[in-house]
Nanobody, 119 residues
Framework: QVQLVESGGGLVQPGGSLRLSCVAS????????MGWYRQAAPGQQREMVA????????YYGDSVKGRFTISRDYAKNTVYLQMSNLKPEDTAIYYC????????????WGQGTQVTVSL
């Protein structure tokens, strides 16, 4: 059974930083791309934030390029999302995903972690 467990969300002021973490089961983490998606409000489509392949290639959504960095640690089966210069429009629930770039629904989803950017 694939398990993805996110952590690291919270409340941060505009311009601040947060780091999200997602621990995955080893079998999935080793061979799969890993990604972060976000949903700003119920009913809205989930937006691709960043994806990293098993080979280390990275993809970013246009709205986060230059501010967010995705990385993965094979020793810890963990994928990270370092978020800097956060803006109120980054407020959303952030989900970890184990699908390939462009095919998130082929993978598994974590339970999500709330990120709120506000004064």
């Amino acid at each position: 059974q694939v398990q993805l467990v996110e952590s690291g969300g919270g409340l941060v002021q505009p311009g601040g930083s947060l780091r999200l973490s997602c621990v995955a089961s080893k079998s999935i983490f080793t061979h799969n791309s890993m990604g972060w998606y976000r949903q700003a409000a119920p009913g809205q489509q989930r937006e691709m934030v960043a994806v990293i392949t098993s080979g280390g290639s990275t993809y970013y959504g246009d709205s986060v390029k230059g501010r967010f960095t995705i990385s993965r640690d094979y020793a810890k089966n963990t994928v990270y999302l370092q978020m800097s210069n956060l803006k109120p429009e980054d407020t959303a629930i952030y989900y970890c995903n184990s699908g390939n770039y462009g095919s998130p629904d082929a993978g598994s989803w974590g339970q999500g972690t709330q990120v709120t950017v506000s004064l």
